[in-house]
């Protein structure tokens, strides 16, 4: 989720049955991994979308900055101490990507 008008904040945004959820928005610390990239412990926003379902929102420079960024085939791992959280993997994003990019405009 991405805004360039007035602010250029933007949002990744990851839910999962096995992410945290707690009753109300915390900060808590993730380990972020993309990729083969060295993992990253970032301070993130947690909080619970459903019973079943936790949200884990990560801050991002802006929607251009987080649209560059992304690949054809990307890897995400999120994990709490040792302990993974979340791990997905997309394919074939090009088109989506490029799509996106005209959203930026």
């Known amino acids: 989720m991405g805004f360039q008008q007035p602010k250029s904040d933007a949002w990744l945004i990851f839910q999962g049955t ?16 993309q990729d083969n990239e060295p993992a990253q ?10 019973r ?24 995400f791992r999120l994990s709490d101490n040792g302990k993974i959280l979340l791990d997905i ?7 989506v990507i490029e799509k996106l990019k005209q959203c930026e405009k």
Request: without cysteine.
């Open 18 to 33: 096995k992410l945290p959820k707690p009753k109300s928005v915390q900060k808590m610390e993730i380990t972020l991994q």
């Open 41 to 50: 412990t970032l301070q993130v926003f947690n909080y619970m979308e459903t």
């Open 52 to 75: 079943e379902v936790g949200t884990i929102m990560f801050a991002v420079p802006g929607l251009a900055a987080m649209l560059n960024g992304m690949s054809d085939k990307q890897r």
């Open 89 to 95: 993997e997309w394919h074939s994003a090009a088109p």
